[in-house]
T-cell receptor
Framework: EAQVTQNPRYLITVTGKKLTVTCSQN?????MSWYRQDPGLGLRQIYY???????DKGDVPEGYKVSRKEKRNFPLILESPSPNQTSLYFC??????????????FGNGTRLTVT | GQQVMQIPQYQHVQEGEDFTTYCNSS?????IQWYKQRPGGHPVFLIQ?????EVKKQKRLTFQFGEAKKNSSLHITATQTTDVGTYFC???????????FGTGTRLTIIP
């Protein structure tokens, strides 16, 4: 089954404790991206990757890191989480074979709470 | 930077009534996409519009892309309880692969 898998689904942590949210897709998609969703703000892009070893900042990259060593994986790293990073996070992927943006396939989300 | 606004933020309708959400961009878009997120779920792609003035239908859902390619709308006829969720538009500029999401419209249905 074609899917984007995020782990964990829920995570409660304390300020300053490094964490990683994993994201993996089995559709051989070139493009992957991380979003955070907050009430009233919609989906805001954190980082995205056009292909292996190519990553770029989105709209809200501060406090986050990503890597794209393999095509299928795109982990999100919070080196020193803070309470303002409490949010619902989504990983998404898509093809890059047309002039227009291909539809995004989203993971099930990770609800992160930083105390 | 590119901004995409959606109105209204919330909409409560009686089951059977119609519903419309509007999406407005500060810049001309190359294409616009619409997604639906059920409560507790993740966004799911509904449709993509690329031509000026384009209209597409999916059963009770009608999607429009404005002539100037700066606005779009989603209209649901005779809402049902299965339509509950948050609807997002997302657009990008020509030559820019970055997709910017609107703030979303949360639809609730009163049975």
């Amino acid at each position: 089954e074609a899917q984007v898998t995020q782990n964990p689904r829920y995570l409660i942590t304390v300020t300053g404790k490094k964490l990683t949210v994993t994201c993996s897709q089995n559709m051989n998609h070139e493009y992957m991206s991380w979003y955070r969703q907050d009430p009233g703000l919609g989906l805001r892009q954190i980082y995205y990757s056009m292909n292996v070893e190519v990553t770029d900042k989105g709209d809200v990259p501060e406090g986050y890191k990503v890597s794209r060593k393999e095509k299928r994986n795109f982990p999100l790293i919070l080196e020193s989480p803070s309470p303002n990073q409490t949010s619902l996070y989504f990983c998404a992927s898509s093809r890059r074979d047309s002039s227009y943006n291909s539809p995004l396939h989203f993971g099930n989300g990770t609800r992160l709470t930083v105390t | 930077g590119q901004q995409v606004m959606q109105i209204p933020q919330y909409q409560h309708v009686q089951e059977g009534e119609d519903f419309t959400t509007y999406c407005n961009s500060s810049t001309t878009l190359s294409n616009i996409q619409w997604y639906k997120q059920r409560p507790g779920g993740h966004p799911v792609f509904l449709i993509q519009l690329v031509k000026s003035g384009e209209v597409k239908k999916q059963k009770r859902l009608t999607f429009q892309f404005g002539e100037a390619k700066k606005n779009s709308s989603l209209h649901i006829t005779a809402t049902q309880t299965t339509d509950v969720g948050t609807y997002f538009c997302a657009g990008s500029n020509f030559g820019n692969e970055k997709l910017t999401f609107g703030t979303g419209t949360r639809l609730t249905i009163i049975p």
